[in-house]
């Protein structure tokens, strides 16, 4: 198995709440992916018989959702929000220096691994734009300073 | 950081003001706990229902405050919940729409995060009111603070008796289900959320059945907005006569606006329904002007899936009526500000990329109408723009709107819509001068 038993334990747990199984899809794929950092054909068949649903419907799920990525990201996943409250006040000029300072374009990781740059639709931090979400955390109201400083405390294992 | 939001709100006015109430604690650092909510009158609504009102009078009451949804739709709750048919053998369940993802948006995450128990409470009268047992709620997957705020409230409501078995002694029981998203737009329309927390891709449903009637695992189902349901625990407490004494008399009540942008002090603010926009943007207690002392170029008063606002247009009482008169909507009350260094292509460019991006895919006219959008805008914004393209525009917006199931597909072209209108020109000369018309520069 790749799914640890702590996962297994919580997707049955949230499993056993909802009245039918195929409910307990979504849940089980974010327990998943809140372990490994990704979701693939073999943790489909893992949770598949967790929850006795096929591996079928719960692919097809999965690949609807922007949130189920197929293969590992960096240690921190940038998401740079590009949606146009962010936009106004600079977000695409963030992502751009973005670029710059790790070396990579969107959607790339860096070599060490450490960092994915993604930019992403409206993450409901408009009237604190511009922002990013690093992992489960969001920045906001960023300027050129904080988002230097940031980066440097992440290089530097914070 | 106090909160984990910085987010500016106007709580501090709102504090002892007899009419404003859902910010009324918001910058309250312990409002989150159950001990402090219970301070400020926390669950004595949900008390009183469950001691004293049937399930009809709770109907009654919130159909009289004239509350209408918060989400977009402005659809009058108590009526939404009256179409629960009562002689129905199926269980009843309710979902609160938690996925607060229409860009400019951003009020449902501040009750969510300073004030989560307001939003069970709200549910539980809710589901109560519709015979319902089992709740949802459907918080999108990015929120991880509001997950954890609204998971840690439930865990305390559970513990003190506020949800589970037999509450108050009263026989009702009601569990809830946190149910997180996973990153689509669609979701937050209350189809898709309903096939999301089945276990399915986020994609429309056709109505009839409407969800009342046919909803989750085809039971009937009420949706409803966080905004909507914080509102409801005020409701019963103080009376739907007091609800209906704020706002106007079709737009009764308060709302929250989220206010973003070119703006001088960007925020969330609690108004009453009827309040001037034009107050909103320039009154120096909410956004006090527009950002570097520039000219205002366009409002998009109530998330981007409403039509733009001239400045003309702006000195509008936000409320339903009003701003369907002025030509837009009051959608779900992010109000967006924009310069007038700010590119009206570049603007609806941005727009449809992300209707295209989000499009579940289920309809022919927004799936591949939202894609044609997007090319033919992107080749004007490039500078490539051909003299027959704001025809092509016009005539794909009149193909989509109202021929796709769900208000996607209108809420991808209405913006687009507005802007061939009213900036016609501005499209023009960024096709026959391959440029901007404006010098923009939205540095960092």
């Known amino acids: ?158 | 950081m106090t909160f984990y939001s910085p987010v500016l709100t106007n709580a501090k006015e709102i504090a002892g003001h007899d009419k404003l109430h859902l910010f009324e604690f918001v910058e309250d650092e312990k409002q989150y706990q159950l001990k402090r909510y219970l301070k400020h009158g926390g669950y004595a609504a949900w008390k009183t229902v469950l001691g004293k009102m049937k399930p009809e009078e709770v109907i009654e009451e919130v159909k009289k405050s004239g509350l209408r949804g918060r989400g977009g739709a402005g659809f009058p709750t108590g009526m939404k919940w009256s179409f629960v048919p009562k002689d129905s053998p199926k269980e009843r369940y309710l979902c609160c729409n938690a996925d607060e993802s229409e860009p400019g948006t951003c009020k449902d995450r501040v009750l969510m995060e300073r004030d989560p128990h307001v939003v069970i409470e709200g549910m539980a009268i809710g589901a109560y009111a519709i015979g319902c047992h089992l709740m949802f709620c459907y918080i999108r997957g990015e929120f991880h603070h509001c997950i954890e705020r609204i998971e840690k409230a439930t865990e305390e409501a559970y513990s003190k008796g506020h949800l589970g078995k037999n509450i108050y002694g009263s026989g009702y029981d009601l569990e809830m289900i946190i149910h997180t998203g996973a990153g689509a737009y669609m979701c937050g329309e209350e189809t898709g959320l309903l096939n999301s927390i089945e276990g399915e891709k986020g994609m429309a449903r056709i109505r009839p059945p409407f969800p009342a009637i046919e909803g989750l695992w085809e039971c009937p189902t009420i949706v409803n907005n966080v905004e909507s349901l914080a509102a409801v625990p005020h409701i019963i407490n103080r009376g739907a006569d007091w609800y209906r004494s704020m706002g106007t008399e079709k737009s009764a009540g308060t709302k929250l606006f989220s206010l973003s942008g070119h703006i001088n002090r960007p925020g969330n603010y609690e108004v009453e329904l009827g309040f001037s926009l034009q107050k909103l943007i320039y009154d120096s207690n909410y956004g006090n002007g527009i950002s570097d002392g520039k000219k205002l170029k366009a409002v998009i008063p109530g998330g981007v899936s409403t039509p733009f606002l001239t400045p003309d247009k702006v000195d509008v009482p936000l409320d339903y009526e009003s701003l369907t008169e002025a030509g837009s909507m009051l959608g779900s009350g992010g109000v967006i500000v924009l310069h007038e260094d700010t590119c009206i292509v570049w603007t609806i460019l941005k727009l449809i990329k992300f209707f295209r991006h989000e499009s579940c895919g289920k309809c022919t006219p927004c799936r591949e109408g939202t894609g044609w959008l997007e090319q033919i805008i992107q080749k004007i914004e490039d500078g490539r723009g051909g003299p027959d393209d704001l025809e092509k525009l016009d005539s794909i917006c009149g193909n989509i709107l109202g021929r796709t199931i769900c208000p996607l597909g209108d809420a991808a072209v209405m913006p687009i819509q507005s802007t061939l209108k009213d900036w016609r020109d501005e499209w023009l000369y960024h096709i026959e001068h391959k440029k901007c018309l404006v010098k923009q520069d939205f540095g960092f």
Do not use: W
Not at chain 1, 34 to 55: A, C, H, R, T
């Open chain 1, 1 to 158: 198995m790749i799914l640890s038993e702590k996962t297994v334990k919580k997707i049955r747990e949230k499993a056993s709440k909802y009245p039918k199984r195929k409910g307990a899809i979504l849940p089980s794929l974010t327990l998943a992916y809140k372990q490994l950092g990704y979701v693939d054909n073999e943790i489909y068949i893992e949770i598949s018989e967790v929850i006795n649903v096929p591996q079928l419907e719960i692919a097809e799920a999965a690949s609807f959702y922007t949130m189920f990525p197929k293969k590992p990201r960096g240690k921190y996943l940038l998401q740079v929000c590009n949606n146009i409250s962010c936009a106004l006040l600079g977000a695409d000029a963030m992502v751009d220096r973005l670029e710059e300072k790790l070396a990579i374009k969107r959607g790339e990781t860096t070599d060490d691994g450490l960092f994915t740059l993604i930019s992403v639709e409206c993450l409901g931090s408009c009237c604190t734009a511009p922002m990013i979400q690093i992992n489960d955390d969001f920045h906001e109201n960023l300027t050129r300073e904080k988002l230097d400083k940031l980066l440097e405390s992440l290089k530097n294992g914070k």
